[in-house]
């Protein structure tokens, strides 16, 4: 399947050309796809070399999420950049970048990482409109935030919760911006349960800003925020979404990935 990359030429700024090109070839190289992420990875680790690192990271990083938006989840390239960012946090190379304080860092760090996954998460859904190209690049940026965190990439787990609370815990929508939440909450279980599973399953108070960032929907049943109750919560909402396709729009597919997504919560109770 062919990627189109046009939204991103249209958009990306003249600094940003030199870089994009060259992950733009890289990709479309016709080469075994691990050797393609280690490829991917020195190309990225390129252009950092004897830069201040965070300056460029940050937009090689926004560069690689605006590809990512338009990569299909399931296609080649999205396990190619998954593994490439994997590649770059296992080396110990970081002597010739520097931080803003003109300190040597180190690419397990991942500079600016976190940062601009958090800019660029975007909820296209929040509209309750028939947007198409919006709901599936909004797929293809979700599977590569899972993927990357199912890989052990240091994220922030109120990423999967906050979509789990978009979309088991508020008044559900219907037709394709139902769809497509249901499909991004089931693609964060899959890759992710685990991670998931083990912040609820702490004994843990929260400060109040920490409440506020995980802070439960209109549907929640009053429960702590971190705790097995909201587990279970989730699990039994994904099935009554399951049994209420019809009436909400909802296309035959959408009971698969809850099952699937089921599969990977109750494995990850094992």
């Known amino acids: 399947m062919d990627v ?15 870089a994009f090109y060259v992950l733009k070839a890289t990709l479309q190289y016709p080469i075994d796809p691990q050797v393609k992420s280690v490829k991917l990875a020195d190309d990225i680790d390129f252009f950092c070399a004897g830069s201040e690192v965070c300056g460029v990271l940050w937009y090689v990083w926004m560069l690689v999420i605006d590809i990512v938006i338009c990569v299909p989840p399931g296609h080649p390239w999205q396990d190619s950049l998954v593994l490439a960012v994997v590649i770059l946090l296992n080396r110990d190379d970081g002597t ?20 601009t996954l958090r800019e660029k ?27 990357l965190m199912g890989a052990g990439v240091p994220m922030s787990v109120h990423f999967p919760i906050w979509q789990l609370r978009t979309t088991l815990e508020e008044q559900p929508l219907e037709g394709s911006a139902m769809e497509c939440r249901i499909w991004t909450a089931c693609e964060w279980m899959i890759h992710c349960a685990d991670n998931v599973f083990k912040r609820m399953n702490l004994d843990m108070e929260l400060d109040d800003d920490s409440a506020r960032a995980i802070c439960d929907g209109p549907l929640g049943e009053g429960n702590q925020l971190v705790s097995m109750e909201r587990w279970e919560f989730w699990k039994r909402r994904f099935s009554e979404l399951a049994a209420d396709t019809a009436r909400l729009r909802l296309g035959r597919e959408t009971t698969g990935w809850i099952s699937d997504a089921l599969k990977s919560m109750d494995a990850a109770q094992q």
């Open 4 to 18: 189109r990359l046009q939204s991103v030429v249209n958009n990306i700024a003249e600094y940003e050309r030199d």
């Open 96 to 115: 010739s970048r520097y931080n803003k304080m003109g300190k040597p860092i180190s690419w397990k760090e991942l500079p600016d990482l976190w940062i």
């Open 121 to 147: 998460l975007d909820d296209p859904t929040d509209m309750n409109e028939e947007l198409i190209e919006e709901f599936a690049g909004h797929k293809g940026r979700t599977s590569f935030y899972a993927r």
